[in-house]
């Protein structure tokens, strides 16, 4: 026979949305070392420039995977905020505490903006995985439950649990 959950019509719990959820978390872990490597440079958290961008890629590249611009670019509105609201978050944060500052600062545009961008395929792979399920009644369910599971093995705090239920929103 066949193992559990290969059945015909039975799809993975652990593909799609719970993808989507997985890569998600991954984006919100670099909104760390986005905002350690502004701290303190007078580089603002919002760039809209790069966000226009980010958005532009994610247009390029949604089309040739089957994933809706509309849809791709309403997901990476959500991305783009969340990772904001986590930079807000940890700046406010190493202001109060500057014991808790990063002692070491990334090369945002060497380092941290092409591991974002690589996320950019994931997550663009994920949602055309998240098709079929889209529509599906399980889609909501398949999403928390890659979230939590995204969420524990990273020991998210609040702060990141609250932006991966922002950052996936419009998922479903
Ligand atoms: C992540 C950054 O900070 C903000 C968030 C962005 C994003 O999530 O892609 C893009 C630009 C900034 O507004 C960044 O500057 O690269």
């Known amino acids: 026979g066949q193992p559990a959950g290969q059945g015909a019509g039975v799809v993975s719990v652990r593909g799609g949305p719970a993808a989507v959820a997985e890569a998600s978390a991954e984006r919100l872990e670099l909104a760390g070392e986005v905002a350690a490597a502004k701290y303190g440079t007078g580089k603002p958290i919002d760039d809209p420039a790069r966000e226009r961008d980010v958005l532009r890629d994610v247009a390029g590249r949604a089309g040739g995977l089957g994933v809706g611009q509309r849809r791709a670019a309403a997901v990476f509105r959500d991305q783009i905020e969340a990772n904001k609201a986590v930079q807000r978050g940890l700046h406010a944060y190493w202001d109060a505490h500057p014991e808790y500052r990063p002692v070491h600062r990334p090369d ?10 690589r996320l950019t395929g994931e997550l663009l792979n994920g949602l055309a995985a998240t098709r079929a399920a889209h529509a599906g009644p399980s889609c909501s369910a398949r999403l928390a439950f890659g979230g939590v599971r995204a969420a524990q093995v990273r020991h998210f705090d609040a702060l990141h649990t609250e932006a991966l239920v922002r950052a996936v929103r419009s998922v479903c």
């Open 108 to 117: 945002l545009a060497r380092e941290v903006r092409p591991a974002l961008d």
